[in-house]
């Protein structure tokens, strides 16, 4: 059984960090693509990162150049590094996985909610002024 378990939000200033934690568990961890997502109150939930299984990342515009996505396979755990946040950052953060069939890798690019198999409960990020 699949599990996602976030952890590392929390009430912040603006300009300043966070680091997000993912761990997961029940499926081939370095096979998969991971990502996170977010969703502020009364707003749709926006794709921010990914990290596909051979390490390489994408990011929407919105958290470009500010946040860093990451995964230590060996730990089984996703990261999401967040610098220079602002109060627009405010919002529930998700991971999410794609697991690719057995055997295979995963290599999407896709940050569509509707790809993804797997979803952890979220760790809320508040950022004030």
């Known amino acids: 059984q699949v599990h996602l378990v976030e952890s590392g939000g929390g009430s912040v200033l603006a300009g300043e960090s966070l680091t997000l934690s993912c761990e997961a568990s029940?499926?081939?961890?370095?096979?998969?693509?991971m990502s996170w997502f977010r969703q502020a109150p009364g707003e749709e939930r926006e794709g921010l990162a990914i990290?596909?299984?051979?390490?390489?990342?994408r990011y929407t515009d919105s958290v470009k150049d500010r946040f860093t996505i990451s995964r230590d396979n060996a730990n089984r755990t996703l990261f999401l590094r967040m610098n220079s946040l602002k109060v627009e950052d405010t919002a529930m953060y998700y991971c999410?996985?794609?697991?690719?069939?057995?055997?295979?890798?995963?290599?999407?690019?896709?940050?569509?909610?509707?790809?993804?198999?797997?979803w952890g409960r979220g760790t809320q990020v508040t950022v004030s002024s």
């Open positions: 999410a996985v794609v697991v690719p069939d057995d055997g295979l890798y995963c290599y999407t690019w896709s940050l569509a909610e509707h790809d993804y198999h797997y």
């Open positions: 029940g499926y081939t961890f370095d096979a998969s693509c």
């Open positions: 990290i596909r299984s051979d390490g390489r990342t």
